[in-house]
Each structure stands twice: as structure tokens, then as C-alpha cells.
């Protein structure tokens, strides 16, 4: 005879795996919005700072790179965990069952 309490939870394990790629999206999305950022900054030579003055590539260049280098690290680390997040989600739901 099944035990009772395992019925309700497969009835719902797609639910975590699926919350994991929403989460997974979201990031991802802000690394596009990240990256289109650093885009322009590059473009234009100037980094909007939105709560206190914008930093242009003339005028303070090591601050400007220094800060270009930084975004950049986070935007690529922040995509692979968006990633791996995927990959697990995705293994989670479509994955073989035991």
C-alpha cells in the first residue's frame, strides 16, 4: 500500500523546478539589461550614476574602466548562474524519474 503523505508531494515536485526557472529568467533578463547598459556606457563614454554624478571616460578613465571591469565580471558571473540555474531546473522537470 502507497504511503499517503509521498501522493501530495508528487503532485507538486514540478512546482520547485519551475519556481527555479522563473528564478533563473529573471536573472537572466537583468544580465541583458546589465549588458545593454555597459553597451552604452561604452558607447557614449560615460557612466550614468543615477544617484550622484556620472563618471565620463575623459574625465576620470581609471574610475570609468575600473567600474566598466566591474559591471562586466558581475554580468558574466550573474549569467552563468542564471545558467546553471536553468540546467537544474530543466533536469528537474524533464529529467528521468526513479
Known amino acids: 500500500m502507497p504511503d499517503p503523505g509521498l501522493g501530495g508531494r508528487r503532485r507538486v515536485?514540478?512546482?520547485s523546478p519551475l519556481v527555479t526557472l522563473v528564478i533563473a529568467v529573471l536573472?537572466?533578463?537583468?544580465c541583458v539589461i546589465g549588458a545593454r547598459e555597459v553597451l552604452h556606457g561604452l558607447d557614449i563614454g560615460m557612466l550614468n550614476n543615477r544617484k550622484g554624478p556620472d563618471v565620463h571616460l575623459i574625465e576620470r578613465p581609471v574610475i570609468f574602466w575600473a567600474l566598466i571591469v566591474f559591471y562586466a565580471t558581475a554580468i558574466v558571473?550573474?549569467?552563468g548562474m542564471a545558467v546553471l540555474l536553468a540546467a537544474i531546473a530543466l533536469r528537474g522537470l524533464f529529467g528521468r524519474r526513479a
Open 13 to 15: 515536485a514540478w512546482l
Open 27 to 30: 536573472i537572466g533578463w537583468g
Open 77 to 79: 558571473v550573474s549569467a
